[in-house]
């Protein structure tokens, strides 16, 4: 299957656990897939109520949640295609983003070794400015996680 087509059967997977469940993974369901290929994918999502901090900006623990589940998803796109476990994740948060600001979420895996994962994401805002900037380490090495081909 097509790196494209197994991480839109992922996402919805997850988008219908996402809408049903009271777990932490709830906070991804307003996230859509624009592209991907082996290696890299790009979402799309609108900044909501739910995802704004008590001064009504993006709260940075979303920022942070987008990076961490993104750029796991870019993971995916390569063999073996699996998600791992994180080691460390580091942000920049460089501007706000306001409720209905539409923000593009682009990541990209910059090293697959046979334990470690190195991946970068960026939030862009609508009008092209970079809100945040992040960098995420996954141990996916042998015992790490389940293959995602048996989860989907």
């Known amino acids: 299957m097509a790196a494209l087509e197994k991480l839109r059967k992922l996402l919805m997977t997850a988008g219908t656990r996402a809408k049903t469940t009271e777990r932490f993974d709830r906070l991804m369901k ?25 001064v009504g900006t993006l709260h940075g623990g979303m920022t ?4 961490d589940n993104l750029t796991t998803l870019a993971i995916l796109t390569k063999p073996p295609h699996q998600s791992g476990v ?3 994740m580091s942000i ?3 501007r706000p983003a306001r409720i ?5 979420i682009n990541t990209e895996v910059t090293k697959l070794g046979q334990s470690l994962a190195f991946t ?4 862009v805002h609508q009008d092209g400015k970079i809100i945040a900037k992040g ?17 989907v």
Do not use: Q
């Open 92 to 94: 920049s948060y460089l």
């Open 30 to 54: 307003k996230v859509d897939l624009l592209s991907c290929k082996e290696g890299k994918a790009s979402f799309k999502m609108k900044v909501e109520e739910g995802h704004l901090n008590g």
């Open 64 to 67: 942070a949640t987008l990076i």
């Open 135 to 151: 960098s995420h380490t996954k141990y996916v090495g042998e015992r790490a996680s389940t293959p995602a081909a048996e989860t």
């Open 120 to 123: 970068s994401a960026e939030l």
């Open 100 to 104: 209905g600001d539409e923000i593009v």
């Open 86 to 88: 994180s080691v460390d």
